[in-house]
């Protein structure tokens, strides 16, 4: 099956410091990608919804200036958590779909803001 | 509110056993459904899709079913074994285009030896 590469897999950070986090479909071209999160023994939730060369598509509640988006190529999106707070702790996870096929996942980034 | 539910939460079998997994959503509208199995920490493997024309897809030692005209999934695993022990998802994708899906919370599966 299809490939999601996330990284990093883990990532320990101070509070107030930006985070990166990357997530790559090895082989297949994604035109849209999703952001989830997921706290401890929760589902997942959707963040936002990254179309390739356009602006994300935010869920309500989601602030768009903490969590910067972009999808600059067929194969890469990356999440930004700004000024992270110990309360943006949690695992980010990426999924990534060749239209109209099944969705698939990368294997997460667990965040953790001292 | 749109909304996809999962029974039980959590369930322990003795290793052998058949069992069902329940999944119920509260909107019929819906292009697919997804199952995924999540080890702790780990992210997400898709087992089954089954797209809203179809009833069923099997898949080794799984069966999954869709009835859209009563909101339900069930997931069957049969003959269940220890390394089946993990998180369940079921996950519905809207018949609205965005492909984004909504997860219900998730059954903890443990199969004891």
């Known amino acids: 099956g299809a490939v999601v590469s996330q990284h990093p897999s883990r990532v320990i950070c101070k509070s107030g410091t930006s985070v990166k986090i990357e997530c790559r479909s090895l082989?297949?071209?994604?035109?849209?990608m999703f952001w989830y999160r997921q706290f401890p023994k929760q589902s997942l939730m959707l963040m936002a919804t990254?179309?390739?060369?356009?602006?994300?598509?935010?869920e309500q509640g989601v602030e768009k200036d903490k969590f910067l988006i972009n999808h600059a190529s067929l194969t890469l999106s990356t999440l930004t958590v700004t000024s992270a707070h110990p309360e943006d702790s949690s695992f980010y996870i990426c999924?990534?779909?060749?239209?109209?096929?099944?969705?698939?996942f990368g294997e997460g980034s667990r965040l953790t803001v001292l | 509110k749109q909304e996809v539910t999962q029974i039980p939460a959590a369930l322990s079998v003795p290793e052998g056993e058949n069992l069902v997994l329940n999944c119920s959503f509260t909107?019929?509208?819906?292009?697919?459904l997804q199952w995924f199995r999540q080890d702790p920490g780990k992210g997400l493997t898709s087992l089954l899709l089954?797209?809203?024309?179809?009833r069923e897809q099997t898949s080794g030692r799984l069966n999954a079913s869709l009835d859209k005209s009563s909101g339900r999934s069930t997931l069957y695993i049969a003959a269940s074994q220890p390394g089946d022990s993990a998180t369940y998802l079921c996950?519905?994708?809207?018949?609205?285009?965005?492909?984004?899906?909504?997860f219900g919370s998730g059954t903890r599966l443990q199969v004891q030896p």
């Open positions: 089954i797209q809203s024309s179809q």
């Open positions: 999924s990534a779909s060749m239209f109209p096929g099944e969705l698939f």
């Open positions: 990254s179309n390739e060369g356009s602006k994300a598509t935010y």
């Open positions: 909107d019929s509208a819906i292009y697919n």
């Open positions: 996950a519905r994708n809207m018949d609205t285009g965005r492909r984004a899906l909504t």
């Open positions: 082989d297949f071209q994604a035109t849209t």
